[in-house]
Nanobody, 124 residues
């Protein structure tokens, strides 16, 4: 019954920006950690950015620090990922994740619910 639905992916040129959204339904995640992971073929799903309910605990992958920003609108039960200065190395399927714990973790095992993924492709 819990659903996480990502949107906002697509094709963009290197140097451009995208804003991903993840709308949650079936449960209110205001008090719980949520975030974004990404995956390319042949590799494990890896951290992009995660945070707690009020953003005071936030973790970013080293590869995206300074370029990506995670935020959330608790009234809408929605999280966002603003991605700037995109490069071809950012090409991946991006997944929204939600936890049943309040403190975010940097690994996939800390998250119970997952979205279907949205493809982000950056052209050279």
């Amino acid at each position: 019954q819990v659903q996480l639905v990502e949107s906002g992916g697509g094709l963009v040129q290197a140097g451009g920006s995208l804003r991903l959204s993840c709308a949650a339904s079936g449960r209110t995640f205001r008090s719980y950690a949520m975030g974004w992971f990404r995956q390319v073929p042949g590799a494990e799903r890896e951290l992009v950015a995660v945070n707690n309910w009020n953003g005071e605990s936030t973790y970013y992958a080293d590869s995206v620090k300074g370029r990506f920003t995670i935020s959330r609108d608790n009234a809408k039960n929605t999280i966002y990922l603003q991605m700037n200065s995109l490069t071809p190395e950012d090409t991946a399927v991006y997944y929204c994740a939600a936890s049943l714990r309040s403190s975010p973790t940097k690994t996939t095992g800390g998250y119970t619910y997952w979205g279907q993924g949205t493809q982000v492709t950056i052209s050279s």
